[in-house]
């Protein structure tokens, strides 16, 4: 099978084209024929040896996948070949960048009759983080208000679109184009502002009557988390789930303490081990998708050859919405 693997560390051109062996499907294991791979941030910071956790090489990135099952382990009794399913695969070699990987049948969920598998692999990584972001970490209740960093990305779109559905006051989402901030008003956000803009923070500010907002999504790290500290409200909770720009930041956290603040911390891998709640938001997103009240924003579709042309346009910010690699 194809594959894509790279063996040190660095820019996109260490992203190389092989050929592997089809792996077996043992135990508790299904093999599937991938159609659709998720791109995402986490796998640049894999590529740059920079990703939370360790990466060993050699290395084939990927974790988001969806496609048919064609073989299962010995031990499988919830899912029979043919099926169609999407799945996160594991942190320490995902292996989604290939023709085939293997999966474990616990972390399967089925799509949907009529939903496309490239619209269903939009949402394991991506819809999972928007939806725990703001609901399980950041507390979200209905009719408050919400800032969401990259609105017109993956996490992004989803994200202004399930606050919406979910009874947001004002959302405001910040975006460094015009054409990504149109975008982000689509999906349903009432204020966009461009964040690379000097005193993007006195906008919130003054959009919000200088309350500040409740819920703050944060991934880019740097001075954007820095003045993102200036736009929380009374008890508001700041969740960051990314370093984009990868600039660490300092802060005081005595800084929290006049307004009952909050600064959480999200990793998705964290929440696979809680399999209750991966699979219920899975399936509640994969829902409110076949319904229509959630759209997702397919920012291009790409051959598996194609990965490191890819990585360069998704750090380059050069894409809106989800991008995907079919073999």
Request: net charge negative.
């Amino acid at each position: 099978m194809k594959a894509i693997q790279l063996t040190e560390f660095g820019g996109p051109e260490v992203l190389k084209l092989i050929d592997l062996d089809v792996p077996e499907p043992k135990g508790h294991e299904v093999l599937i024929e991938i159609q659709a791979i998720g791109v995402n941030y986490a796998d640049t910071a894999r590529r740059e040896g920079q990703y939370v956790v360790e990466t060993p090489l050699p290395y084939v990135p990927g974790s988001e996948v969806a496609g048919v099952v064609k073989a299962v382990g010995e031990k499988v009794t919830s899912v029979k070949p043919g099926s169609s399913v999407v799945t996160l695969l594991g942190t320490k070699n995902a292996t989604g960048y290939a023709e085939y990987t293997l999966a474990d049948e616990r972390g399967l969920i089925a799509i949907p009759d009529g939903v496309d598998p490239q619209y269903a692999v939009a949402l394991p990584l991506q819809g999972l983080s928007a939806y725990h972001t703001l609901k399980t970490m950041g507390r979200f209740e209905n009719g408050e208000t919400v800032l969401i960093h990259a609105a017109a990305g993956g996490v992004g779109t989803i994200a202004v679109q399930l606050a919406r559905l979910w009874g947001a006051k004002t959302i405001i989402g910040t975006a460094s184009s015009e054409e990504k901030r149109k975008l982000a008003a689509d999906m349903g956000a009432d204020i966009t502002i461009d964040y690379t803009k000097e005193g993007w923070e006195q906008e919130v500010l003054e959009a919000t009557e200088g309350k500040g907002v409740d819920v703050l999504l944060e991934m880019a790290g740097g001075d954007v988390f820095r003045k993102s500290l200036n736009c929380l409200a009374p008890f508001g909770r700041l969740v960051i789930y990314g370093v984009a720009s990868g600039e660490q930041s300092r802060f005081y956290p005595s800084s929290l303490m006049e307004k009952n603040q909050s600064v959480v911390g999200f990793f998705l891998p964290q929440m696979m081990r809680k399999p209750s709640l991966y699979q219920k938001s899975l399936e509640e997103l994969l829902n409110y998708m076949q319904s229509g009240e959630l759209k997702l924003t397919i920012g291009g579709v790409f051959e598996l050859e194609k990965a490191a042309d890819v990585h360069r346009m998704l750090q380059g910010r050069q894409t809106k919405g989800k991008l995907i690699l079919t073999p």
